[in-house]
Nanobody, 125 residues
C-alpha cells in the first residue's frame, strides 16, 4: 500500500523559510504528477502547487506564486516544497498526493484516497 510521508514543517516567523519533503513508501511515484495541498483549521483542503511526472512543468496557486517552489527528485522518489517569505496565512497542515496528470492534481483529483498525516506549518507574526 502506497503511503505519503510529509516532513519539514515547523514554527517560523513571518518572512522566514521552510522546506517541506514528501516521500512515498510502497512504490515509486516517478510516473505520476505530484502536488502539495494544505488545510487550515476550519477550512477545506486546497491546492498549493503541482509538478508533472518529469519535473519540467509546475503550477502554483495564486496565493503562493512567486514565494513557493516545487521540485522533485525522481531518483530519490521525493518531492519538495521550498517556501520563502512565509506569511501567517500560510499556516496550515501541508499534505502531498499524486495524480495521473498535472491537470488532475490542480483540481484535487488525486490518485490516493488515503492522505498522509501531513506536516504542520505555523507562521507567527
Amino acid at each position: 500500500q502506497v503511503q505519503m510521508v510529509e516532513s519539514g514543517g515547523g514554527l517560523v516567523q513571518a518572512g522566514g523559510s521552510l522546506r517541506l519533503s514528501c516521500a512515498a513508501s510502497g512504490r515509486t511515484f516517478s510516473d505520476y504528477a505530484m502536488g502539495w495541498f494544505r488545510q487550515a483549521p476550519g477550512q477545506e483542503r486546497e491546492f498549493v502547487a503541482g509538478i508533472d511526472w518529469s519535473g519540467s512543468s509546475s503550477t502554483y496557486a495564486d496565493a503562493v506564486k512567486g514565494r513557493f517552489a516545487i521540485s522533485r527528485d525522481r531518483g530519490k522518489n521525493t518531492m519538495y516544497l521550498q517556501m520563502n517569505n512565509l506569511k501567517p496565512e500560510d499556516t496550515a497542515t501541508y499534505y502531498c498526493n499524486e495524480g495521473h496528470s498535472l491537470s488532475s492534481v490542480i483540481v484535487g483529483n488525486v490518485a490516493l484516497d488515503s492522505w498522509g498525516q501531513g506536516t504542520q506549518v505555523t507562521v507567527s507574526t
